[in-house]
T-cell receptor
Framework: EAGVAQSPRYKIIEKRQSVAFWCNPI?????LYWYQQILGQGPKLLIQ????????DSQLPKDRFSAERLKGVDSTLKIQPAKLEDSAVYLC?????????????FGAGTRLSVL | KQEVTQIPAALSVPEGENLVLNCSFT??????LQWFRQDPGKGLTSLLL?????REQTSGRLNASLDKSSGRSTLYIAASQPGDSATYLC????????????FGTGTRLKVLA
């Protein structure tokens, strides 16, 4: 099966500019996650969707970050305006609960540099 | 608040050694625990998932154990190879409702040929 697709792979912007990331999950996966991974740290969950509804966005900086998942498939994550501390890798993951398991499959990520 | 810690932060071993990576978590009320591998510039690959009712899982040269009462998990890698060099992350899922995962900071492993 095809994996989780993300684009772009790399993005360099200046602070106060806006940027958007795109994610296409594995076909049939109802749950989609966006994580932020700062260099040297583990991924931190920003937002989790179940189909096209938000399950958890408690760690999403809502004054500058927004995300949507239209029709319960593709998702976009937007940052406006960007700050220096937003420099990180943004990972998208999807999962399908089989039995009592929940294995997450990750995309390659988008590396964002804010100058 | 659940916190996940991984020790050591970095590890360098000669090829062929058996090694153990540690993961500890502060809240024992977890749903499951996953070990992931992350290669430089790449996403995460799931290695092993241990459900809360299980004590260990094995896949090839990898064995992961879980002790919920003490808040610990270990990942055992037998006969390490240079291709095992990567960052290893553990993550705990808190509830069966949201399946939200909390990640540790990872152990960066280098296996020397």
């Amino acid at each position: 099966e095809a994996g989780v697709a993300q684009s772009p792979r790399y993005k360099i912007i200046e602070k106060r500019q806006s940027v958007a990331f795109w994610c296409n999950p594995i076909s049939g996966h109802a749950t989609l996650y966006w994580y932020q991974q700062i260099l040297g740290q583990g991924p931190k969950l920003l937002i989790q969707f179940q189909n096209n509804g938000v399950v958890d966005d408690s760690q999403l900086p809502k004054d500058r970050f927004s995300a949507e998942r239209l029709k319960g498939v593709d998702s976009t994550l937007k940052i406006q305006p960007a700050k220096l501390e937003d420099s990180a890798v943004y990972l998208c993951a999807s999962s399908s609960v089989r039995g009592s398991k929940n294995i997450q499959y990750f995309g390659a990520g988008t590396r964002l540099s804010v100058l | 608040k659940q916190e996940v810690t991984q020790i050591p932060a970095a590890l360098s071993v000669p090829e062929g050694e058996n090694l153990v990576l540690n993961c500890s978590f502060t809240d024992s009320a977890i749903y499951n625990l996953q070990w992931f591998r992350q290669d430089p510039g790449k996403g995460l690959t799931s290695l092993l998932l241990i459900q809360s009712s299980q004590r260990e899982q094995t896949s090839g040269r990898l064995n992961a154990s879980l002790d919920k009462s003490s808040g610990r998990s270990t990942l055992y890698i037998a006969a390490s190879q240079p291709g095992d060099s990567a960052t290893y992350l553990c993550a705990v899922s808190l509830t069966s409702g949201t399946y939200k995962y909390i990640f540790g900071t990872g152990t960066r492993l280098k296996v020397l040929a």
